[in-house]
C-alpha cells in the first residue's frame, strides 16, 4: 500500500509536544505545568546512575521528604582508581577538582526516577502516551515543525500492512521539544534539515554497558562510589569503569568505550567482560547473582559539540542536544536543567500569544545557565584524552579543569577534530584480540546478557535497522575494516556469514536494545537507527 493509498491518521492537538519521556522530556512537562496548569501537554531509559540532585532540587524543592522518591543511597566514599592488568592505585581525593566530588550525589537506578517523575507529570494533567514511538516530524506550509506522528502499527516485514493495520496518530503542537537522548532519530533529521551543527563541533560518543548485581551482604559497602581507568584498555583507548553500591546489597557495575577508538577488532563487550576478572573489582561479585544488563550511547562532545537548539517550531533539550559532563559521567542534572529551561522560554512564548517560531531565547539562555557553567569549566577534557591518550590527557585535564575552577583556562577552548566514524583504522594495521571464553558465573556471552536485558520486537515487522548501500558495506565496512560492527554491537544484532557465494551481512533485528552505537561508529555513516514498530526493544525496569 502507498503513501498516497493509506487512511489519514487521526490527530490531537496540545499546546506543546515533548518527544521522549526521559529526565530532559519529563522535568519539561511538569515545569510547563508548574508554570501554567492550563497548558495541554502530551510526552526507555538506561544511565549509571550517580545523580547530582542541582536539577531535582529546582524542579521538585521537597523530593527528600517524598516517601515514594527512589534516592535513598547518598555518595559516602568516592573513590578513583587507575587500574594496570595485575593491580591498580587510588588516587588521593584532594587531586581531584572540587567539581568532581560526588559525595553530595546520589546513587539510583535513572529508570525509577524516570517513573517517579511521571507520576508528578500525570498527577499535574500531563498526557503520556508510553508504547507509541514517534516515528515522523511533521510540518507546516512554511517549514515549521508542527508536531510528530507516531509509527503505524500491523506493518510485516514485507513493509505491507497486515490484517491488524492500524494507523498512526499526529499529534500537533505549538511548540515540539525534541528529548530522544542519545542519537535521536527525529533530532538527527532535525539537525540536518535546519543545519544546526554547522557552527558547533562534531558530536562524540561512547558505548556505555551496564549490568546490575545483587551481592553477598558482607561485601556490600552502601554508598561506595568506584571509578577506574587504564586496564582493560590501552592509552590510546579511552572509557573507564564505574561500580556503584546502593539499596539492599545492589552493586551497578558498568563499561564505557569512547567510540573514537582505532582498532577495528575491540570488542568493547569483551573488554566489559575483562574489567570484572580484574583482581581488585573480581572479589566484590563472589557469590553473587547478575539481575540485569542494557547498553546505550552516551554523548561526550561537551560544550563545544552542542548545537543550536531552537528552530522554527521547537527546540532539543537534554542528551538530544549533548549535556553530558564526560569526566563526572554525569549528565541527568543537566538533561532536567535545559527541559526545565526550555520549558519556561516555551510557556512564556505561548502565553504572549506565540506559536511555531523559533524561541531563540531559550538558545541565547543557555550558556549562561547552570547547565552552560557546568559544561564549560570540563570543555577540554575529552579533546585532550583523544590527543594524549589516557594517562598524560587526564593529567593535562585535571590542571585544565583546577584552573576553570578559578575561572581561566591556559588552553582555550580545544577542538574535537572529527567525527567518531572517521576514527577507524583499516584491519590490516592490526591483530585480532584473543578474547577468553565466559565463565557464566562472573564473565558471559552477548546472547545471555540480551535476555537479561527484557528486549522484545515482533518478528513479523520490518527491520529498523537500515543500510543505505550494502556494496559499500561487503567494500568498505567487511574488506577494509574486518566487520567491526559485529564487535561494536552490544546484542550481535550484526553478523558476516560466510557462504559460497561470499560474506553476506545479516541483521538479527531482534536483538537490538537500541544502544544506537552502530549510527555513530559505522565507518561510512552507512546504518540508520529508526524506531521499530510500537516502540519494542529492552525493558530496563530497575536500570
Request: proline share 6%; aromatic share 10%; with cysteine.
Amino acid at each position: 500500500m502507498s503513501t498516497e493509498e493509506l487512511p489519514p491518521r487521526e490527530s490531537m492537538e496540545f499546546d506543546v509536544v515533548i518527544v521522549g519521556a526521559g529526565p530532559s522530556g519529563l522535568s519539561a512537562a511538569i515545569r510547563l505545568k508548574q508554570i501554567n496548569p492550563d497548558l495541554k501537554v502530551g510526552a526507555h531509559i538506561l544511565s549509571g546512575a550517580v545523580i547530582d540532585p542541582a536539577g531535582l532540587d529546582k524542579l521538585v524543592p521537597d523530593w527528600r521528604d517524598d516517601p515514594d522518591c527512589p534516592l535513598k543511597t547518598q555518595v559516602k566514599d568516592d573513590q578513583f582508581i587507575l587500574t594496570t592488568k595485575t593491580g591498580g592505585f587510588r588516587m588521593p581525593n584532594f587531586i581531584n577538582p572540587p567539581l568532581m566530588n560526588n559525595h553530595h550525589c546520589y546513587i539510583t537506578s535513572l529508570g525509577m526516577v524516570c517513573r517517579w517523575l511521571a507520576a508528578k507529570a500525570e498527577a499535574l494533567g500531563v498526557e503520556i502516551y508510553p508504547g507509541f514511538a514517534a516515528a515522523e516530524t511533521l510540518y507546516d506550509e512554511n517549514g515549521a515543525v508542527r508536531g510528530i506522528a507516531t509509527g503505524d502499527m500491523g506493518v510485516g516485514r514485507d513493509g505491507k500492512p497486515k490484517d491488524s493495520f492500524t494507523r498512526g496518530m499526529e499529534l500537533l503542537g505549538k511548540y515540539t521539544l525534541f528529548a530522544e537522548g542519545a542519537r535521536g532519530s527525529l533530532t538527527k533529521q532535525i539537525i540536518a534539515k535546519f543545519a544546526l551543527d554547522k557552527d558547533c563541533e562534531p558530536g562524540k560518543f561512547g558505548i556505555g554497558l551496564k549490568e546490575i548485581w545483587q551481592i553477598d551482604p558482607a561485601k556490600h559497602k552502601k554508598g561506595l562510589v568506584q571509578h577506574t581507568m587504564g586496564w582493560p584498555l590501552d592509552d590510546k583507548t579511552g572509557g573507564g569503569s564505574f561500580l556503584y553500591h546502593y539499596d539492599d546489597n545492589l552493586v551497578a557495575v558498568g563499561f564505557v568505550v569512547h567510540l573514537n577508538y582505532q582498532n577495528p577488532y575491540l570488542y568493547p563487550f569483551e573488554e566489559f567482560q575483562r574489567l570484572k576478572t580484574h583482581p581488585m573489582i573480581r572479589d566484590t561479585f563472589a557469590g553473587a547473582k547478575r539481575l540485569a544488563y542494557g547498553s546505550r550511547a552516551i554523548t561526550e562532545g561537551g560544550y563545544q559539540s552542542v548545537p543550536r537548539l531552537t528552530f522554527p517550531g521547537g527546540a532539543l533539550i537534554g542528551c538530544a542536544a549533548g549535556f553530558v559532563n564526560v569526566p563526572r559521567i554525569k549528565g541527568v542534572h543537566n538533561a532536567m536543567g535545559t527541559g526545565m529551561l526550555a520549558a519556561e522560554h516555551v510557556a512564556a512564548a505561548i502565553g504572549a500569544g506565540r506559536a511555531n517560531d523559533e524561541i531563540a531565547e531559550y538558545e541565547n539562555a543557555w550558556r549562561d545557565s547552570a547547565v552552560g557553567k557546568d559544561l564549560y569549566k570540563v570543555r577540554n577534557v575529552k579533546p585532550l584524552l583523544s590527543k594524549f591518550g589516557n594517562v598524560m590527557g587526564m593529567l593535562i585535564g585535571g590542571f585544565d579543569m583546577w584552573c576553570n575552577t578559578f575561572g581561566f583556562s591556559l588552553l582555550g577552548t580545544l577542538s574535537h577534530a572529527k567525527a567518531d566514524r572517521k576514527t577507524l583504522k583499516p584491519a590490516k594495521e592490526y591483530q585480532p584480540i584473543a578474547y577468553p571464553k565466559p565463565d557464566g558465573k562472573l564473565t558471559f556471552d552477548r546472547l545471555s546478557s540480551v535476555f537479561l536485558s527484557n528486549t522484545n520486537h515482533e518478528e513479523d515487522q520490518p527491520v529498523h535497522l537500515k543500510v543505505a548501500d550494502m556494496a559499500l558495506q561487503k567494500t568498505s565496512e567487511h574488506d577494509v575494516y574486518a566487520g567491526p560492527s559485529n564487535r561494536y554491537c552490544p546484542a550481535g544484532v550484526y553478523e558476516w556469514v560466510e557462504e559460497s557465494s561470499g560474506p553476506r551481512f545479516q541483521i538479527n533485528a531482534q536483538n537490538c536494545v537500541h544502544c544506537k552505537t552502530c549510527d555513530v561508529k559505522d565507518p561510512n555513516g552507512n546504518i540508520t537507527w529508526v524506531p521499530p514498530e510500537g516502540g519494542g526493544g529492552p525493558n530496563y525496569e530497575a536500570m
